[in-house]
């Protein structure tokens, strides 16, 4: 596709339920990312793929959240036993490389996932 | 999770103004940094760039300043206008290769 696509755009669970939220990169990416934005808020960084690397999960807040890179291309970001405080736009974003020369680090963002847990 | 500070959060100035917005850093061994620009409803798009041998980088109407002294990042806006409205961020490259962002800053232009 012509740029990062997330699916769904919006999604509304039950607190305790389970939630998969997908990325599509920009083909040809190497580098993937996983943010989570609250409401008025910076993004906090999740996860980060890069290539055939072992993922760097840092940023995952607690064990209830895991990604996975399938094929080196889509990814999964998937919450279990979802609780309120989860409720925030989920960012996916791609680039060439997590590092390089000029406009190689730039990273491209989706529209986002808009998860709300009631 | 991990961010970049960010003083901040609304700027506001008169359309034709040129627009200042800062960023402090923490990790002096960052060697890459990026500001973004988030418009209501969308993801953030890229802005700037500059790598930690500069200390200034222009683009069209935009200059990133980068001084490794303090740690401090900062964006001008030239002859703002009403599109420039948009939350502003501040982004990091750590040597493990990923982007960290700061909190972000609220540009509003008044006409």
């Known amino acids: 596709g012509a740029g990062v696509s997330q699916s769904p755009s919006n999604k509304v669970t039950e607190k305790g339920k389970d939630v998969e939220l997908r990325c599509d990169p920009i083909?040809?990416?190497?580098?993937l990312y996983w943010y989570r934005q609250s409401l008025g808020q910076g993004l906090e960084f999740l996860i980060y793929?890069?290539?055939?690397?072992?993922?760097?999960k840092s940023g995952l807040p607690s064990d209830r959240f895991s990604a996975e890179r399938t094929g080196g291309s889509v990814s999964t970001l998937t919450i279990q036993r979802t609780q309120q405080e989860d409720s925030a736009v989920y960012l996916c974003?791609?680039?060439?490389?997590?590092?390089?020369?000029?406009?190689?680090?730039?990273?491209?963002f989706g529209q986002g996932t808009r998860l709300t847990v009631v | 999770g991990e961010s970049v500070g960010l003083h901040l959060p609304t700027l506001s100035v008169q359309e034709g103004d040129n627009s200042i917005i800062n960023c402090a850093y923490s990790?002096?061994?960052?060697?890459?940094f990026i500001w973004y620009k988030q418009e209501s409803g969308k993801g953030p798009q890229f802005i700037i760039d500059?790598?930690?041998?500069?200390d200034k980088r222009q683009g069209q109407r935009v200059t990133v300043l980068l001084n490794k002294t303090v740690k401090h990042l900062s964006l001008q806006i030239a002859a703002t206008q009403p599109g420039d409205s948009a939350v502003y961020f501040c982004?990091?490259?750590?040597?493990?290769?990923?982007?960290?962002f700061g909190t972000g800053t609220r540009l509003q232009v008044f006409p």
């Open positions: 974003a791609s680039s060439l490389s997590g590092r390089g020369g000029f406009g190689l680090t730039e990273a491209f």
């Open positions: 083909s040809g990416h190497t580098a």
């Open positions: 793929f890069q290539g055939n690397s072992a993922p760097d």
């Open positions: 990790n002096s061994a960052s060697d890459y």
């Open positions: 500059i790598r930690s041998n500069m």
């Open positions: 982004a990091e490259l750590h040597n493990t290769d990923k982007l960290i």
